[in-house]
């Protein structure tokens, strides 16, 4: 079956642009998290919905940073005004359900460089 | 707070060797564990699973792990390297409840000599 699927796979922005980020979970997933992976890192956390709720938005770095998924499906996180210091792989995973063990389901991930 | 330490940012092994991949955690409850693998230009894959049930857990391709509370260690193991075992490889701990993220070590790079 489909797996998670993120567009664009790769986005060069001007410092100062707005960029916005597309996830496609698997169909039927509940959960939906984004993650911040830089270069030589592991995954970092940003933020995690529950359908369209999102209940958790603690790792967002900055206010510059906005997700959403307003209809408990597709999801899209938003960058104002790119800095170089945003530039990283930004992941994608969904699982079933809210249970912590449950298996979290990657995408391919954007790269995103700022100028 | 939950944390996890990859020792050794780059292991290399020779095919056919042994495989192994070390991963503490720290947690205040009792932690699920994970360990992802991620070919280059591709999200992560998940290899196998810690959830409280048996210590020993068997995955994907041969790997396996076992969770040591003792110790607070997840090492990952496989008895003989292939060629196509060569990616990084990351760690995670979840501690549960409403806490629903994982954390990741910062990885290791296996690289599989012929």
């Known amino acids: 079956g489909a797996g998670v699927s993120q567009s664009p796979r790769y986005k060069v922005a001007k410092r100062g642009q707005d960029v916005a980020l597309r996830c496609d979970p698997i169909s039927g997933h509940v959960s939906l998290f984004w993650y911040q992976q830089a270069l030589g890192q592991g995954p970092e956390f940003l933020t995690y919905f529950q359908n369209e709720a999102q209940l958790d938005k603690s790792g967002l770095p900055s206010d510059r940073f906005f997700a959403e998924r307003p209809e408990g499906s597709v999801s899209t996180l938003k960058i104002q005004r790119t800095q170089q210091e945003d530039s990283a792989v930004y992941l994608c995973?969904?699982?079933?359900?809210?249970?912590?063990?449950?298996?979290?389901?990657f995408g391919p991930g954007t790269r995103l460089t700022v100028l | 707070a939950q944390s996890v330490t990859q020792l050794g940012s780059h292991v290399s092994v020779s095919e056919g060797a042994l495989v192994l991949l070390r991963c503490n955690y720290s947690?205040?409850?009792?932690?699920?564990l994970f360990w992802y693998v991620q070919y280059p230009n591709q999200g992560l894959q998940l290899l196998l699973k810690?959830?409280?049930?048996?210590?020993l857990v068997k995955g994907i391709n041969g790997f396996e792990a076992e969770f040591k509370k003792s110790e607070t260690s997840f090492h990952l193991t496989k008895p003989s390297a292939h060629m196509s075992d060569a990616a990084e490889y990351f760690c995670a701990v979840n501690s549960g409840g409403s806490n629903y993220k994982l954390t990741f070590g910062k990885g290791t790079l296996l690289t599989v000599n012929p």
């Open positions: 810690y959830t409280s049930a048996a210590t």
């Open positions: 947690s205040s409850v009792p932690p699920y």
């Open positions: 995973a969904s699982s079933l359900d809210i249970r912590p063990t449950d298996t979290q389901y």
